[in-house]
């Protein structure tokens, strides 16, 4: 039980929605995409998003998203100009001096792991700032760039010590994105340090290092090449078992060190559960050759929503309206550089 | 009594009132004391979201943008629709959708949707080949000069200048004779394998590897107004056209507008790898016949040619791009070809012949 005195009421967050309804949303997006030639896109988004938001209940009300196509269309147009002007600055400069100009590509380039992360950051500040929860705004602070650099900085670390860093990356990340998370007036926390995951990690990565140097020496042993084969088979097995049970423990121990004010959250899935939960998902999708994405959906979030306890209160009345709503240019860009969310 | 719960959309606290429709306004009272908190214009409000079966309504009021009132009970719609009639039903605001069974919507939707898709699905690819077939001749030549581009980008093409003026002549005399447009371009590429295509606009591609496995000039004449025939019923023209309106179909579905752009090429590909219908096959043929009868050319080469080809098909087996795994070849084609065939004149004299035939040979 959570340390706030809350008996009986664990289950304060639900999901309500239906595969089959989801379905339907998607077959009418899928056929007035056909006929705008893929242009509704934009709408058929912000409906699908519509859906999933107003099933979330928590403490008996539901989420509200107020995002629009016709915004995300706008955002997406503004990019495009805006990636025009840059091609377009780019000719000039090319047609003034040819070395200057690769050499700025190529800036560009290197630094593209920065772009990526500051487009997702200002998604995830669009979809925020038009997510509303008893009318009140969410928001997302801090600088997208800030978070741009982040990305690729400790993006950078992680390859330079072959992978070792991934869990400081990971909690750098979470708390920069959580820690500038509101609730109308209320922010958000994150306590996660990755030196906690670090054993955990180095667990799924002795196994995968142990698994390679056994391969190698199956490979080199002289045995009969099925048998081998079937060996290493049952090592790269163990190995992605391994990196999915770490993938559960750093989930759970994101969503354990999050806070909303006196809100604490815990994810109360076993291992098990969370395999089975991924092991169907991914049958149903491929038996139905994708059909059954809408339920997939839905029963993922159910899943979610009843394992996630929430213990302790928020003060409701002393929460204020005072997130600003951003615009939908980062989500254009993100949809144009091909890195767009649901 | 109708209750809602209100948030005045400055701070999250919630506040539990009775609703009730009092004029054009309505006004939320507070339970208990039955003291009016607020009223708002029937007329100004709007539902925040759409409603689906067992989800309550949320309406927003446009004078208070952040403001929000819940209310479980659907049939306040209703009261608020006698005021209001267009509550929930303009075609770009939220919709009620709370008024029909899941299960009811699902048939009727999804049974027109499934409906539409099917006969898009089947349509797109039809109206693709009837768009294609009625394109400026402009861009058709344009278009099947960068498939052959394509095509034979690895492999190029056979040059020399005596050979061309061969083939040129026998292309002449084959479309002067029946009366089309000479407008041919007919190319040998260096590829070792039996083949032959034609693409959009007139451009007609021979292997190397036909020129040199043919036994006689009459049967590479034969291929080639095989070739021109299918050019002059624009099968390759209506084939791209429909393949084209698959891959927008299918490129739409996924939701992947990208992919239609890298089409061009593989529209080459298609070309090259795909085969017409039965029918079509032995319309081709037929014409073949006639452009060659026409010219006088002897066109006993035909079915030569088909039955050589299928005899050494037996020796060596199934190959990758063999022209008979693009041009069946089944015994109703030869039983037309011997039906339709006349004696009649070489194709082209020896000295032609040969020129042709070592059109590629610095290449050996």
């Known amino acids: 039980m959570d340390g706030h005195g809350n008996p009986g009421r664990t289950q304060r967050l639900a999901y309500l929605g239906s595969g089959m309804e989801l379905f339907l949303i998607f077959l009418v997006n899928t056929l007035l995409k056909i006929v705008t030639?893929?242009?509704?896109?934009?709408?058929?988004?912000?409906?699908?998003?519509?859906?999933?938001?107003?099933?979330?209940?928590?403490?008996?009300?539901?989420?509200?998203?107020?995002?629009?196509?016709?915004?995300?269309?706008?955002?997406?147009?503004?990019?495009?100009?805006?990636?025009?002007?840059?091609?377009?600055?780019?000719?000039?400069?090319?047609?003034?001096?040819?070395?200057?100009?690769?050499?700025?590509?190529?800036?560009?380039y290197?630094?593209?792991?920065?772009?990526?992360?500051?487009?997702?950051?200002?998604?995830?500040?669009?979809?925020?700032?038009?997510?509303?929860?008893?009318?009140?705004?969410?928001?997302?602070?801090?600088?997208?760039?800030?978070?741009?650099?982040?990305?690729?900085?400790?993006?950078?670390?992680?390859?330079?010590?072959?992978?070792?860093?991934?869990?400081?990356?990971?909690?750098?990340?979470?708390?920069?994105?959580?820690?500038?998370?509101?609730?109308?007036?209320?922010?958000?926390?994150?306590?996660g340090q990755g030196g906690d995951l670090m054993g955990r990690f180095m667990l799924a990565y002795g196994i995968t290092v142990a698994g390679i140097i056994a391969s190698v020496m199956l490979i080199f042993s002289g045995l009969e090449p099925v048998l081998w084969g079937a060996m290493i088979g049952a090592v790269v097995i163990a190995v992605m078992l391994a990196w999915y049970w770490y993938s559960v423990e750093e989930m759970r121990y994101t969503v354990s060190h999050t806070s909303l004010g006196d809100m604490r959250f815990a994810l109360q899935a076993s291992h098990g559960q969370m395999f089975v939960l991924s092991a169907t998902n991914l049958l149903l999708l491929v038996v139905t050759l994708g059909l059954a994405y809408a339920w997939v959906t839905v029963r993922t979030m159910r899943f979610m929503a009843s394992h996630m306890q929430v213990g302790g209160e928020l003060d409701y009345a002393a929460i204020l309206q005072t997130q600003e709503q951003s615009d939908a240019l980062g989500e254009g860009m993100a949809e144009l550089a091909d890195i767009g969310a649901l | 009594m109708i209750l809602g719960l209100w948030y005045d959309g400055e701070s999250a606290a919630r506040t539990e009132v009775e609703v009730r429709v009092v004029g054009r306004q309505l006004a939320l009272l507070e339970i208990g004391t039955g003291y009016t908190l607020h009223h708002l214009p029937i007329e100004q409000l709007r539902l925040a979201e759409d409603v689906y079966p067992g989800q309550p309504l949320r309406l927003c009021s446009l004078m208070q943008p952040d403001a929000r009132l819940v209310v479980a009970d659907h049939s306040f719609l209703v009261a608020l629709r006698k005021v209001y009639p267009a509550l929930g039903r303009g075609r770009f605001s939220r919709s009620y959708l709370g008024g029909m069974s899941l299960r009811r919507r699902f048939v009727l939707v999804g049974g027109f949707v499934l409906a539409c898709l099917v006969g898009l699905i089947a349509s797109v690819p039809y109206l693709g080949e009837e768009a294609a077939a009625a394109m400026p001749a402009e861009w058709e030549r344009t278009a099947g000069e960068k498939i052959v581009a394509y095509i034979t980008r690895d492999m190029g093409v056979c040059d020399d200048p005596q050979g061309t003026e061969a083939l040129d002549r026998l292309v002449t005399r084959l479309a002067v004779r029946s009366g089309h447009d000479n407008d041919f371009v007919v190319q040998v590429m260096d590829a070792a394998m039996v083949n032959a295509f034609a693409a959009p606009g007139g451009q007609i591609m021979l292997t190397r590897g036909l020129l040199h496995d043919a036994s006689s000039a009459e049967e590479v004449a034969a291929v080639l107004a095989h070739e021109m025939a299918h050019s002059v019923l624009q099968h390759p023209t209506r084939a791209m056209g429909r393949a084209l309106g698959y891959r927008l179909v299918f490129a739409?579905?996924?939701?992947?507008?990208?992919?239609?752009?890298?089409?061009?090429?593989?529209?080459?590909?298609?070309?090259?790898?795909?085969?017409?219908?039965?029918?079509?096959?032995?319309?081709?043929?037929?014409?073949?016949?006639?452009?060659?009868?026409?010219?006088?050319?002897?066109?006993?080469?035909?079915?030569?040619?088909?039955?050589?080809?299928?005899?050494?098909?037996?020796?060596?087996?199934?190959?990758?791009?063999?022209?008979?795994?693009?041009?069946?070849?089944?015994?109703?084609?030869?039983?037309?070809?011997?039906?339709?065939?006349?004696?009649?004149?070489?194709?082209m004299h020896d000295g032609d012949w040969m020129a042709l035939q070592a059109m590629c040979h610095e290449k050996y």
Not at chain 1, 40 to 57: D, G, I, M, P, Q
Not at chain 1, 70 to 83: D, K, T, W
Not at chain 1, 127 to 134: G, I, L, P
Not at chain 2, 281 to 303: F, K, M, P, T, W
């Open chain 1, 37 to 108: 030639l893929g242009i509704y896109h934009f709408w058929a988004k912000a409906r699908v998003r519509r859906y999933l938001w107003t099933h979330t209940e928590f403490d008996g009300e539901r989420l509200e998203y107020t995002g629009t196509g016709g915004e995300l269309f706008f955002g997406f147009l503004r990019a495009l100009a805006i990636m025009i002007v840059v091609m377009l600055a780019l000719f000039v400069l090319w047609q003034l001096s040819e070395i200057l100009a690769i050499l700025v590509v190529m800036l560009a």
């Open chain 1, 110 to 191: 290197l630094m593209s792991p920065a772009f990526v992360g500051a487009l997702l950051y200002l998604a995830q500040r669009y979809r925020f700032s038009r997510t509303r929860f008893r009318g009140i705004r969410f928001g997302l602070q801090g600088k997208a760039i800030e978070f741009g650099f982040k990305f690729f900085g400790y993006g950078l670390l992680v390859g330079l010590t072959l992978g070792i860093y991934k869990p400081h990356m990971s909690m750098q990340l979470s708390s920069y994105t959580l820690n500038n998370t509101w609730f109308g007036s209320q922010q958000a926390g994150f306590t």
């Open chain 2, 252 to 347: 739409t579905l996924l939701g992947d507008a990208s992919s239609v752009a890298g089409m061009a090429g593989q529209a080459g590909e298609t070309l090259l790898n795909r085969s017409y219908s039965r029918e079509a096959e032995l319309e081709a043929d037929r014409i073949a016949l006639q452009i060659l009868n026409n010219a006088g050319i002897d066109s006993q080469g035909l079915a030569a040619f088909f039955e050589r080809r299928q005899k050494s098909r037996l020796f060596s087996g199934p190959r990758g791009s063999d022209i008979l795994s693009t041009h069946p070849s089944f015994p109703a084609r030869i039983t037309q070809a011997r039906a339709y065939e006349q004696e009649g004149l070489p194709a």
